[in-house]
T-cell receptor, first 113, second 119 residues
Framework: AQSVTQPDIHITVSEGASLELRCNYS??????LFWYVQSPGQGLQLLLK??????LVQGIKGFEAEFKRSQSSFNLRKPSVHWSDAAEYFC???????????FGTGTRLTIIP | GAVVSQHPSRVICKSGTSVKIECRSL??????MFWYRQFPKQSLMLMAT?????????EQGVEKDKFLINHASLTLSTLTVTSAHPEDSSFYIC???????????????FGDGTRLSIL
């Protein structure tokens, strides 16, 4: 079955520190992968997406993600977090030609001063 | 660009009433829109895919008669929760994709969601 797994429910990081949020996928073929961010009580904003090609993807707000086929992972990174990055982060995937997005369970990011 | 507006943002109503939620693509035409439900501290679950001018495609386990979807124009889809009960309380989010049936590589753009509370 197709699935996206985010192993970390909650992560706390100091402001200015680096960040890595984990995402693993399980699909029969290489999926399209996405990272979204959700602020409390709001919808989702697309941070970045991977379809093919360069495995290091740059996104908005200084985020990047690296697709690693050998590890079935698509981890999100940011070199230095800001207090405004505190939010819920969702990894999602879908197959080519299939519009149904499968979301991970999300990782809540808390930033401490 | 690619703004999706969802209305209302919050609604509280009595058990047994019907509630309509609107999802509009403000600056692009959306042949396809999607409706999700999100339980507290959980992920988004796709409820149905809404296609302009045709019937919606519901995911397994979603009651079609309970959650009525209408996509009458290229910029508007509505979700009506009929005879709502407390267990229908949830956060409902819509998304819209630019382009026609062949534009499946276009990303989904999400609305800000509707918090539905049934008393």
């Amino acid at each position: 079955a197709q699935s996206v797994t985010q192993p970390d429910i909650h992560i706390t990081v100091s402001e200015g520190a680096s960040l890595e949020l984990r995402c693993n996928y399980s699909y029969g073929a290489t999926p399209y992968l996405f990272w979204y961010v959700q602020s409390p009580g709001q919808g989702l904003q697309l941070l970045l997406k991977y379809f093919s090609g360069d495995t290091l993807v740059q996104g908005i707000k200084g985020f990047e993600a690296e697709f690693k086929r050998s590890q079935s992972s698509f981890n999100l990174r940011k070199p230095s977090v800001h207090w405004s990055d505190a939010a819920e982060y969702f990894c999602a995937g879908r197959l080519r030609g299939n519009e149904k997005l499968t979301f991970g369970t999300g990782t809540r990011l808390t930033i401490i001063p | 660009g690619a703004v999706v507006s969802q209305h209302p943002s919050r609604v509280i109503c009595k058990s047994g009433t019907s509630v309509k939620i609107e999802c509009r693509s403000l600056d692009f035409q959306a042949t396809t829109m999607f409706w999700y439900r999100q339980f507290p501290k959980q992920s988004l679950m796709l409820m149905a895919t809404s296609n302009e001018g045709s019937k919606a495609t519901y995911e397994q386990g979603v009651e079609k008669d309970k959650f009525l979807i209408n996509h009458a124009s290229l910029t508007l889809s509505t979700l009506t929760v009929t005879s709502a009960h407390p267990e229908d309380s949830s956060f409902y989010i819509c998304s819209a994709r630019w382009g026609g049936p062949g534009a499946t590589n276009q990303p989904q753009h999400f609305g800000d969601g509707t918090r539905l509370s049934i008393l």
